[in-house]
């Protein structure tokens, strides 16, 4: 550790920096009632342009993605940079989408998107299911989070012999997250965004102007990463696509741009947007995260280069794959530059674990507690629940890095994309048409959830030797085709779900089975703030929920 005191004293002031920014969000733009869900959990539906973009921004861009997507390419290669088409794709695929829902969401007071289908179908059922999807998907998700930060703890040297030991630092900065996030709410990461979107930005454009400098241009790095590549015997590595892995390829970025959107962390960030033009305005400059994400992925190919090893657990014997890009840091860089990357790596973590968090809560407590434990529930119960639940999503995303493999982490998070595509029906589809029946919609989601379980389940992972819901690629030949390809599991099941949600409505319909009641109108998908029917029409819902 004593090699590292430079990287960790420099890490540790930005950690602290950012903490305390977190305590002050507070009072950053503060109300005078934090007790209301609207407040604690959507900033005051307040937020601008800027706001929203760093929000929105730190919230998708994590640092999971920051550790992942390079050391996925430096181990795969080609097939790493679905990442980029997806994350480019997703713009204008929910634009549309996502200003109905802004919109109908102001009108009627939703916090969740279980809430609009609770409205919009009149199924509290299909609500609740919704719900549960978005929690069990979210779970992973922040675990991942945590991923990122022991990847640079170990790089450090911040290790211990024992399992508390070694994960101290970690629930250290989980506790400080889950304090700031309990007192500012949604305030607290839209605030800490600012620094930590700089910071990776700063680090990024210096490293590839810095590194092919340094290791002999990109023409020398592209040349060593095709010479890892054509010696290695897996079918789908190389630093271009081939016959085996296009498939997989085209259907994992389609999917994954499908369920990003879909996650309850990324509609909270929408949905604490002031109006819709500023939505229009981030989907139309979001993708400039995009483009920092393609620079980023070269550093696996840089990290070829430099001839980095992935550190080894010395308790497990296993390789850590996500210590490539910071050893890459450590190798290439000044301490105190490598310093500045592992605090952005840290400092990303925290926002979308406080926005993810967040958003869990907000579906418990909407969509679960106030549903069918407590219906007439104050704002202020709810506020208070929320923030109570909040702490115990990052309690269970602790435990899950400290009792389960943290490889077991990284594949449930591809299973909760896949999980979270079944919502897909009646969130996205549910906001352009009410055609499809309610019983429709829950009998695909099951037909949906039973085939990607029983897919998942087919799967192993030859790395850890699991032999279960070992990844998202599906074989082909499980099917009975005569192929090597794979095929992402989420787009096979969501596209079974809508199959199986349209024929059970024809069915349904035909047999004149009663539908639930539509609570919203044409007019709702296109209200914006200052629209004066808005603050009339949200207080006669919240009224006609308390009696209800």
Known sequence: MSDHITEIVVFTLLFLLVSGMGFVAARWRAPQDMEHLDEWGLGGRSFGGWI?????????????????????????????????????????????????????????????????????????????????????????????????????????????????????????????????????????????????????????????????????????????????????????????????????????????????????????????????????????????????????????????????????DPATGKVDSNTVVPLLFDMQFPSWFAGVAFAAIGIGALVPAAIMSIAAANLFTRNIYKEYLRKDASPAQEARVSKITSLVV??????????????????????????????????????????????GLIAGWVVGMGLSMWMLWQIPNAATGRAHFGGSAFPLSDFGFDTKRTIYVGFVTVILNLLVAVIATLILRAAKTPDGVDGTTLDDYFADAGDPRVDKDVAATVDHKSST
Not at 415 to 437: D, K, N, S, Y
């Open 52 to 312: 929203t973009w760093f929000l929105v921004g730190g919230d998708l861009y994590t640092a999971y993605t920051f550790v992942a997507v390079p050391a996925l390419i430096f181990g795969a290669g080609a097939a790493g940079f679905f990442a980029v088409p997806y994350t480019i794709v997703i713009y204008p695929l929910f634009f549309l989408i996502l200003i109905r829902l802004w919109s109908v969401s102001h009108r009627h007071g939703f916090v969740t998107p279980a809430d609009f289908v609770r409205t919009r179908f009149g199924s509290p059922t299909l609500a609740l299911l919704i719900a549960i999807t978005g929690i069990v998907a979210t779970m992973p998700y922040i675990a991942l989070q945590l991923v990122g930060i022991e990847a640079v703890l170990k790089t450090m040297g911040v290790t211990g012999e024992s399992a508390v030991a070694r994960h101290a630092p970690i629930i250290i900065a989980f506790a400080i997250l889950a304090a700031y996030t309990y007192q500012s709410g949604l305030r607290a990461p839209a605030l800490i965004a600012f620094v930590k979107d700089t910071l990776i930005y700063i680090v990024i454009l210096v490293a590839v102007i810095y590194l092919p400098y340094k290791l002999g241009g990109w023409g020398s790095i592209f040349d060593a990463a095709e010479a890892k590549f054509t010696a290695s015997p897996a079918p789908g590595d190389g630093i271009t696509l081939n016959a085996n892995n296009q498939l997989q390829y085209i259907t994992l970025a389609l999917g994954s741009a499908l369920a990003l959107f879909l996650y309850p962390h990324s509609i909270t960030g929408v949905l604490a947007s002031k109006n819709r033009n500023v939505i229009k305005r981030n989907m139309s400059a979001l993708p400039a995260y995009s483009f920092l994400l393609g620079l980023l992925a070269l550093l696996g190919y840089a990290a070829i280069a430099s001839g980095v090893k992935p550190i080894t």
């Open 394 to 439: 990052k309690v269970g995303a602790v435990a899950c890095i400290v009792f389960l493999d943290p490889q077991f982490s990284i594949d449930l998070q591809l299973i909760g994309g896949i999980i979270i595509l079944q919502t897909a029906p009646a969130v996205a589809l549910g906001l352009f048409t009410r055609w499809l029946h309610r019983g």
